[in-house]
């Protein structure tokens, strides 16, 4: 079995900094972490490995420093990792990231893709079924649980929902999105660690890519982001204490008197 890995490095939450002049996220200096679902999706690929055999392979589309994430990923299990990296695919939105990384896929065998459900700094869930439509695979979104039969090579996946779930079968081809509460994600191992040496990250670059310059990053990207910005705290506050009856009383006039109720 082949499974692909979507892996994103992306900022830590509370270190996020916006380029004022192009409104995308200004990267460099800027701590970073593998996104959590997309770690729990590696998770999920390593307990399959475990148990039917498979080769992982990891893949991500970021600049040249996204190879500490996928190094740590290598670490955790992953048998080989692919880094998509390019001034051509800076500022890319949802559609220019997928038309990219499935063009990088079509590179690649695979029976398996495994991508998060979405990233922590976009919170979009878009990438992962783009990519799936692009390539012209079935996907299963918001899965928390995937197991393997062996005998008639399908997948069943335990899909959530807010208010129950959904069994799904599927064979491969195949594309997962998963949660960050499918599972715990390991730990790097020491054996992993010791062996990064003998592991090499995969660099593709534009000149790797059957694809049109037109649908590549900034200019490739059909959203269009008007403004951003940091929000700012307000230290203009007043600290009043009622007993709760009092209270009620004081916070529905001050709605009232700001024409929200």
Known sequence: MEILVCLKQVPNTTEIKIDPVTNTLKRDGVASIINPDDKTGLEVALRLKEAHGANVT????????AEKALAEALAMGADKAVLLTDRAFAGAD????????????????YDLI????????GDTAQVGPEI???LGIP????????????????FTVKRQ???????L????PCLFTVLSTACKPRYMRVKGLVDLD???????TRGDLEIEDAVLGLKGSPTKVKQSFNKQYNANKQKIQLDPAEAAKLIAQTLKDKHLI
């Open 132 to 134: 799936a439509e692009h």
């Open 161 to 167: 929902f807010e208010d129950g779930y959904q069994l």
């Open 139 to 154: 996907q299963i979104t918001y899965a928390c649980d995937v197991t393997y039969s062996e005998e008639d090579k399908t």
């Open 114 to 121: 495994i991508a998060g459900r979405q990233a922590i700094d």
């Open 198 to 204: 003998k592991k090499e990250v995969q660099i593709m």
């Open 58 to 65: 990891v893949i991500s589309m970021g600049p040249p420093q």
């Open 94 to 109: 949802t559609l220019a990231t997928s038309k990219t990384i499935a063009a990088a896929i079509k590179n690649f065998d």
């Open 169 to 172: 079968q599927v064979q491969a």
